[in-house]
């Protein structure tokens, strides 16, 4: 995956990629105190771009004030570190992965005395889960590790420690035969997948599961309800979303900055709909795969 990558940008510095090391007593390490961002940048007609990248440092932000990491670079140092990277990396396109945590320091769980550390990598990363599942769709078994509650873990934080209920849900999908797996929460109700926010198509109408539902604020699910919006068609984006519901949808698809707009062909071996991209969800994925080709709206771009 990092092939080729020579660079990272640490604590204010580039370094070679040998030497982004942290100590193996880094707090982060033992409790998952770290919040960090998956971003992507674009190779559009005017050039590299960095997509809702505002939105993702504002995201990187309220995340790390949720466990008072005091980020110790402002949003345009990050900007500035970010955009050098890449370019220092001669990318066209690329991943970008920034992280806050707290470093080495006392082991106690009160964080407090450890310092904050900040690094961020960019790397090539094509489709998340491959160029096939993006035509074909995916298999999708729901998971039997629900999604934690906002009321346990801020689900509007994007921490480090908790994408263990990620990793759980996704060996498990993995294990047993299927390309990735969907998340209920605390009531039993669809929550998202383990790195994507869900969307359901039926009767021509599309629902996204609500804030409420123990998910994360997906910048792609902005993204397609505000284009889905523009292309006229109603999007509820506040639904409770049942199990059974997603047997009988019409369409089903999942949306994350690595899975950009991604096809769900199966849940639990139940055929959606006719069982591979349906019509609605080409439309958006369309759509969605345009906005990042040409760059436009200009305002949820940023160029290199
Ligand atoms: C749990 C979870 N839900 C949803 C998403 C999608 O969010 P975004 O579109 O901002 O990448 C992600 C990816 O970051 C995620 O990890």
Redesign the pocket.
Known sequence: MFEGVEEIWMDGEFVDFEDAQVHVLTHALHYGTGVF??VRCYDTAEGPAIFRWEE?LD?LFNSAEVYDIDIPFSKRELDEATRELIDREGLQSCYIRPIAFYGYGPLGLNPGKSPEQVAIAVWPWGAYLGEEALEEGVDTAISSWRKYASSQIPTNA?TTGT?VN?VLASLEAKGNGYEEAIVLNKEGNVA??????LFLVRDGEIYTTGLAES?????????VIELARDMGYTVHDDATISRGELYTADELFF?????EVTPIRTVDDNEIGKGTKGPITDEIQTRFFEVVEEGEPERWFDYV
């Open positions: 961002e998956g993702h995201r994007k994408y990620s998202e997948g383990p790195g994507e926010n998910i994360l604020d997906g910048i792609t699910r902005r993204t949306t994350g900055t690595a899975a």
